[in-house]
C-alpha cells in the first residue's frame, strides 16, 4: 500500500549537539564533542497541522453499526453492543497516514544526521578537508530496512490505537448500563468518543452530563460537547504524532551512522549520547538518561535503543566519540 504524504517542512534538528569538537592528542585516533541539552526553542516534535488533520479524519472514519448496537444493549449484551463498531476504513487510513509520516521523518533525520557526521569527519581529520571536497559517503535513507521499520511501526500504532479505541467503547457502554441510558443515546455517545482514549472519553462525557444537569439548551450542549471534543482529538493526534516523529528520527539516525559503520566512515565502537530538552516540561526518566552513552548498534544501560522513551517523549541522540575505521 502507498500513501501521498501530506508534508513534514524540514526543520533545524539538534545543531547544538555537535557546536564543540575537541581532537583527542595522539596516538589516539579518537575525537569527542562537548553534548549540551537541546533548547526547547528548537523542539522537532512540533506537528504540522496537515499531519493532524490527517489522524483526526482517519478517526472519523470508526464506523458504528446502530443496528446491531441498539439491539445488543437493549437484551442487556453489553459485549454484542461494544463489538458493533467497526473500524476497517479507520485502520487503513491509519496505516497509510502513519506510514507516510515515519517514512519522510526518517529521510529528514536522516539527511540532517549525514550532513552531521560529514561535518564531523571534516573536522576530526588530520588533513583539512575543505567544503568544496566534501567527505566520502552516499546514504541510502529510504531502503528496505527503513520501508519495513515504517511498515512494522505503523502496523504496530493502528493495532494499540484500534485497542485504546475498543477500550474506551467498553467503558462506555458499561457506564451507559448502569446510568440506564438510551441505546439511541449511546450509539451518539460513542460517536463522540471515537479516537480518543479511555480518561479523554471520561472527562467529555463528564463535561456533559455537567452541561445536561444545568438544563442547557440541547444545541449549545451539543456545540460546547463538540468543541471540547476537537480539543481532545487534537491532543491525542500531537501525542501520536510527536511521538513517532521522535522515534522516526532516532531510526533515521541510525540508518546513516549503521551505513558510515558499513562504508569505513567511522568505527564500529563509534558512542552516541542521549540528549534531552531541559526545560519546564523535562520528565525525570529523561533527566536521568541525558548524557548517556552506548556504542552504535547497542543498547542503553536501561536496555533500549534509543529516544523515545515513553508517549510524549522530546529526547534525541547524537555522535559523542568517533571511532575511526583506521
Not at 274 to 283: L, N, V, Y
Amino acid at each position: 500500500m502507498s500513501s501521498k504524504s501530506s508534508g513534514i517542512p524540514a526543520k533545524d534538528m539538534d545543531e547544538q549537539a555537535h557546536n564543540l569538537i575537541k581532537p583527542a592528542p595522539k596516538p589516539f585516533l579518537v575525537w569527542k564533542q562537548e553534548i549540551k541539552p537541546r533548547p526547547a526553542s528548537r523542539d522537532r516534535s512540533s506537528v504540522p497541522q496537515a499531519t493532524l488533520d490527517r489522524l483526526i479524519e482517519s478517526f472519523g472514519l470508526i464506523r458504528v453499526n446502530e443496528k446491531r448496537l441498539r439491539e445488543s444493549y437493549e437484551r442487556g449484551d453489553l459485549f454484542g453492543a461494544a463489538e458493533a463498531v467497526e473500524f476497517g476504513l479507520a485502520e487503513e487510513s491509519l496505516w497509510h497516514a502513519l506510514q507516510a509520516m515515519i517514512l519522510l521523518q526518517v529521510e529528514e533525520a536522516g539527511r540532517k544526521a549525514a550532513a552531521d557526521l560529514r561535518r564531523l569527519l571534516r573536522n576530526r581529520s588530520e588533513k583539512r578537508i575543505t567544503k568544496q571536497e566534501g567527505v566520502a559517503g552516499e546514504f541510502n535513507l529510504i531502503n528496505e530496512s527503513s520501508v519495513e521499520y515504517a511498515r512494522q511501526r505503523s502496523a504496530s500504532l493502528v493495532t494499540r490505537i484500534t485497542a485504546d479505541t475498543q477500550a474506551t467503547i467498553r467503558d462506555l457502554v458499561g457506564r451507559s448500563f448502569r446510568e440506564g441510558r438510551t441505546g439511541e443515546q449511546l450509539a451518539r455517545d460513542i460517536r463522540e468518543v471515537v479516537g480518543l482514549l479511555p480518561r479523554q472519553a471520561t472527562a467529555l462525557v463528564n463535561f456533559q452530563r455537567k452541561l445536561e444537569q444545568e438544563d442547557r439548551a440541547p444545541a449549545k450542549i451539543a456545540d460546547l460537547t463538540e468543541a471540547y471534543r476537537r480539543r481532545l482529538l487534537l491532543q491525542r493526534g500531537r501525542m501520536i504524532a510527536r511521538t513517532e516523529i521522535i522515534g522516526s528520527s532516532t531510526q533515521g539516525q541510525q540508518e546513516v551512522w549503521g551505513q558510515a559503520v558499513e562504508q569505513n566512515l567511522i568505527g564500529p565502537k563509534t558512542q552516541r549520547v542521549w540528549i534531552d530538552t531541559s526545560d519546564d516540561r523535562e520528565c525525570p526518566l529523561c533527566a536521568a538518561m541525558h548524557g548517556k552513552t552506548a556504542t552504535l548498534g547497542q543498547p542503553y544501560d536501561n536496555g533500549i535503543m534509543g529516544p523515545t522513551l515513553h508517549p510524549g517523549c522530546r529526547c534525541t541522540e547524537g555522535i559523542s566519540e568517533i571511532d575511526t575505521a583506521e
